[in-house]
Structure formats: C-alpha cells, structure tokens
Nanobody, 122 residues
C-alpha cells in the first residue's frame, strides 16, 4: 500500500531553518506531482509548495516565497522542503502529499502523510 512518511520537524527559533523530508513507500511516486501543506491550530489546511513529477516546475504560496524551497530526488523516492528565515506564523503540522498527475495542483491530492510538527518560537 502506498504510503508517505514525513520527518524533520521540530522546535526552532524565529529566523532559524529546518529541512523537512518525505519518503514514499509502495507507490510510483516518481511519476506524481507532490506537495507540502500545513495546518495551524484552528485554521484550515493550506497549500505551501508543489513540485512537478520531474522537478522541472515548482509553485509556492505567497507567504513562503523566497524563504522555502521544495525539491525532490526520484531515485530515492524523496521530497524535501528547506525552510529558512522561519517565523512564528509558520508554526503548524506539515504534511506531504502526492497526486496522480504529473503536474502541480493546489488541491486534489490522493496520498497524504501523517504530518510532522514545526514550532517556531519568537
């Protein structure tokens, strides 16, 4: 059964950096567009960043542009989110996701990880 597992979350001070990782098991994730989403307490889940199946195209939410970088390594079935200059408002549970399409989407993802907590202190 296809499965996504995130890692790399934690507690960091404002201005610091974290790198999230997502590994895929049991599925042909190298053929799928993938993305990162986040959900803060009391808020709806929101799109953070997306990447096409071969990494040639990326998309970011305005609030993270210039601070976050999404990438992938299909040979390892891995996806990453490098987060720099973190702010307290970035605090959330971060989820990786994959959609059965080669192209980035803002929603309509088919596979989801369990999430990893990112907490940014001021």
């Amino acid at each position: 059964q296809a499965q996504l597992v995130e890692s790399g979350g934690g507690l960091v001070q404002a201005g610091g950096s974290l790198r999230l990782s997502c590994v895929g098991f049991g599925g042909t994730f190298s053929r799928y567009a993938m993305g990162w989403f986040r959900q803060a307490p009391g808020k709806e889940r929101e799109f953070v960043a997306g990447i096409s199946w071969n990494g040639s195209s990326t998309s970011y939410a305005d609030v993270v542009k210039g601070r976050f970088t999404i990438s992938r390594d299909n040979a390892k079935n891995m996806m990453y989110l490098q987060m720099n200059n973190l702010k307290p408002e970035d605090t959330a549970v971060y989820y990786c996701a994959a959609r059965r399409s080669r192209y980035i989407g803002m929603d309509d993802y088919d596979y989801w990880g369990q999430g990893t907590q990112v907490t940014v202190s001021s």
